[in-house]
C-alpha cells in the first residue's frame, strides 16, 4: 500500500530565506508526482505536476524534483514571502483509479 | 473558465440525518474524484468517475456513503444516517480525461459537520 510523508510537519522561517520542503513515498510504481498549495479554509491549488519520467519542474520561485527510484520529492521555495505561508501537499499518482494519494502536508509560516 | 464549484460551502446536521454534497466540476472534464479531508487523518480518496460511471467504490468508508454522476457532470455524494465521525471537508477535483498525465483541479470543498 502506498504511503506518502512529510517532513517536516510545520516549517517556520523568516522573510526571504530559501526553503526545502521534503516528500517520500513507499512504492516507487508512480505516474506522477503533484505539490499542492492549501490556504486555510481553501480548497487545493496544484503548483507543480511531475511525470515518472521527469527529474523537475519549474515555475517562478519554485523547484521541485523527483527521484522516483528512492521515493523522494523535494520542493524548493526561493527568497521565501509572506504570502506563502500556506499548508504544502505532496501527492502521488498511483492508486487504481488514478487517484491521488496525498501526504500530511508541511504547514509554513514565512514571517515579515 | 470556471474552476470546480462545490455547493454547500458549509453543512451543518445533526446525528442521523441525510445530507447530500454537490460537485460541478469544469466543463468538459470526463474524471470526477471526491476526496475527504478530515482533522488529523490527511486527505483520502473516496470514489472516482469516467463518464458517469464508478467502477469500484471501495474506497468509501461505509455503506452510508453513496454517490451517483448525472450526463458526465455533476455529481453528487450522499451520506445516510450521518455519524460525527463524518464530519470532515469534502473536496472534490476533476481532470481532462482521467489520464495519468492530467491535472486534477480541486474545488474548495464542503465543510460537513455533525453535531
Known amino acids: 500500500k502506498q504511503e506518502v510523508t512529510q517532513i517536516p510537519a510545520a516549517l517556520s522561517v523568516p522573510e526571504g530565506e530559501n526553503l526545502v520542503l521534503n516528500c517520500s513515498f513507499t512504492d516507487s510504481a508512480i505516474y506522477n508526482l503533484q505539490w499542492f498549495r492549501q490556504d486555510p479554509g481553501k480548497g487545493l491549488t496544484s503548483l507543480l505536476l511531475?511525470?515518472?519520467?521527469?527529474r523537475e519542474q519549474t515555475s517562478g520561485r519554485l523547484n521541485a524534483s523527483l527521484d522516483k527510484s528512492s521515493g523522494r520529492s523535494t520542493l524548493y521555495i526561493a527568497a521565501s514571502q509572506p504570502g506563502d505561508s500556506a499548508t504544502y501537499l505532496c501527492a502521488v499518482l498511483g492508486g487504481s483509479q488514478g487517484n491521488l494519494i496525498f501526504g500530511k502536508g508541511t504547514k509554513l509560516s514565512v514571517k515579515p | 473558465g470556471a474552476g470546480v464549484s462545490q455547493s454547500p460551502s458549509n453543512k451543518v446536521t445533526e446525528k442521523g440525518k441525510d445530507v447530500e454534497l454537490r460537485c460541478d466540476p469544469i466543463?468538459?472534464?470526463?474524471?470526477l474524484y471526491w476526496y475527504r479531508q478530515s482533522l488529523g487523518q490527511g486527505l483520502e480518496f473516496l470514489i472516482y468517475?469516467?463518464?458517469?460511471?464508478?467502477?469500484?467504490k471501495s474506497g468509501l468508508p461505509s455503506d452510508r456513503f453513496s454517490a451517483e454522476r448525472t450526463g458526465g457532470s455533476v455529481s453528487t455524494l450522499t451520506i445516510q444516517r450521518t455519524q460525527q465521525e463524518d464530519s470532515a471537508v469534502y473536496l472534490c477535483a476533476s481532470s481532462l480525461g482521467g489520464w495519468h498525465q492530467d491535472t486534477q483541479y480541486f474545488g474548495p470543498g464542503t465543510r460537513l459537520t455533525v453535531l
Open positions: 468517475f469516467q463518464g458517469n460511471s464508478a467502477p469500484d
Open positions: 466543463s468538459g472534464h470526463t474524471a
Open positions: 511531475i511525470q515518472s519520467s521527469q
